[in-house]
């Protein structure tokens, strides 16, 4: 596995863990587990007792889900075993925040924490921008190195090479390639502005929600939302240069301009991902959800109300997680589990928030469809390679059989290996292999596979399978297989 990807997965990880570890202790003080509490009864014993029963599930469970992810990375290095260790890490914080959220609800039914308080909502709507915003015009510097970007690129169109790498897997190294054209030197800017369009949205929740100030504390509360106000923008805003950038050096790397790597690339994506998470870390322990661990100076001016409380809005949170009241204005609300916002689902425009990237997905994964292709042609390309594997087979040459294996192809079965496989498994069942007719071409997404109708001595049906990636230009064998009722 490549290294950077490592050191970014268990980075990761940790903050992952520490996130499932903490977070009931940087939402805001009335909210626990996704529950709408007095302030003083979340500060007494009961409460505090729940925390730490969670936090210590949570590091139960959060340990076992590192321990496995560790064993994963040792025993099968790929980075496809560290995804599964954030990914089960994800889902045992979000079970457990299910479990406690239901038992500090039976808590504040049993004890009627709210009876006998007066239910207010405490909110600021001043008009003009928000104290603590930063200004639309940050966004310019990476729009336009995404405009830039295009523009270079589009002047140095005959420099490009005619395949151009397309994709790259989590180690840095490319995996999908395409044919030059327009469009595909257009990707990486349009992704750039794309990008920058995500951010802007979050850009725009920290800037448009509604302020929710505390009852006993509004004015001191006010400023402490300013400061998060800020301290998150500013996040937003160097994430969207840092995931530009990245983007333009991926994009150099794609059109030739610079040579890296498949290490250099791998950190060139990681370390800003890994910077904005640290970044993001440090903001949540040091502000809280709203900012209410923010330190500030001076007393509270204008104490609130004690026997007051925030209005109980459990009943609008649908599992502690997603908001639905549409008789609420706000698109943007602040989040009950985690740092930020989430939209109102009560609303509208928030479902057509959340189409849009999930249409632009789609339209992703259409676009990135693999092109019909020339059987013929592709035929005639395969057929040095194809007839030299059966060649070597026929005569034992195992080092020329695994000539044209791709890298990925011969880790997994090397020389030796496929040795070990036509004389242990494959000659037993069917005899020696005496020749092949290419049968036809099936088209598997990216890939292409050259099917064949082999005759053994004792077997003269068995199909076997070339696989190849159509558009790599070095075309390697990425896949081989032999069937036939004799080897089930």
Same mark, same amino acid.
């Given at each position: ?5 490592a050191v970014c997965n ?206 006993? =504390? !509004? +004015? %001191? ?13 500013? /996040? *937003?805003?160097?994430? &969207? ?105 009560? =609303? !509208? +425009? %928030? ?13 992703? /994964? *259409?676009?990135?469809? &693999? ?12 057929a040095p390679i194809v ?69 053994f001595t004792g077997d ?29």
């Amino acid at each position: 596995m490549n290294p950077m990807f490592a050191v970014c997965n268990g980075l990761l990880l940790i903050l992952i863990f520490a996130f499932g570890l903490s977070m009931p202790w940087l939402t805001r003080r009335d909210v626990v587990f996704g529950v709408r509490l007095p302030e003083d009864f979340a500060a007494g014993d009961e409460v505090a007792e729940l925390k730490r029963a969670y936090r210590r599930a949570c590091a139960l469970a959060g340990g076992v889900c590192v321990a496995a992810a560790v064993a994963l990375q040792i025993l099968a290095p790929r980075p496809e075993a560290g995804v599964l260790g954030i990914a089960g890490l994800l889902v045992a914080v979000f079970v457990l925040f299910g479990i406690y959220r239901g038992k500090t609800l039976r808590l504040k039914e049993k004890r009627h924490v709210m009876a006998g308080l007066r239910q207010v909502a405490v909110a600021d709507t001043q008009p003009g921008a928000p104290e603590g915003s930063l200004s639309w015009a940050w966004f310019l510097a990476p729009a336009g190195a995404a405009v830039a970007n295009a523009v270079w690129a589009l002047g140095r169109y005959d420099a490009i090479p005619q395949v151009i790498p397309l994709h790259f897997n989590l180690a840095g190294e490319p995996d999908r390639w395409g044919a030059k054209s327009i469009g595909v030197v257009l990707l990486a800017p349009l992704l750039q502005l794309a990008v920058t369009a995500v951010f802007m949205m979050a850009f725009w929740a920290f800037r448009s929600a509604k302020r929710q100030l505390s009852v006993q =504390r !509004p +004015a %001191a509360s006010a400023r402490q939302y300013a400061l998060f106000r800020r301290g998150w923008s500013r /996040l *937003v805003i160097v994430g &969207a240069l840092l995931e530009v950038g990245t983007l333009s050096v991926v994009d150099w790397r794609m059109l030739g301009f610079v040579k890296l790597t498949p290490g250099q690339m791998a950190g060139a994506v990681f370390a800003p991902v890994a910077a904005i998470l640290v970044y993001a870390a440090v903001l949540s322990v040091k502000l809280g959800q709203g900012g209410w661990r923010a330190k500030i100076a001076g007393p509270e001016s204008a104490p609130g109300d004690p026997n007051a409380v925030r209005r109980d809005d459990d009943g609008y949170w649908k599992a502690g997680l997603f908001y639905y009241n549409p008789d609420d204005p706000a698109l943007w609300v602040e989040k009950r589990f985690g740092i930020g916002y989430t939209v109102n689902f009560g =609303r !509208p +425009a %928030a479902w057509l928030l959340v189409a849009l990237p999930l249409a632009a997905a789609v339209a992703a /994964l *259409v676009a990135a469809r &693999a092109p019909r292709l020339d059987e013929p042609a592709f035929l005639r390309r395969t057929a040095p390679i194809v007839d030299n594997l059966f060649d070597a087979l026929k005569n034992g040459d195992y080092d020329r059989a695994v000539r044209d294996f791709s890298p990925p192809m011969l880790a997994g079965l090397d020389a030796q290996k496929l040795k070990a496989y036509v004389e242990g498994a494959l000659a037993p069942k069917v005899g020696a292999f005496e020749s092949y007719t290419v049968d036809r071409v099936q088209r598997k997404g990216r890939f292409a596979i050259v099917r064949c109708r082999a005759k053994f001595t004792g077997d003269d049906a068995v199909v076997v399978r070339v696989v190849f990636e159509p558009n790599d230009p070095a075309l390697k064998i990425g896949g081989l297989w032999f069937d036939s009722p004799k080897l089930r």
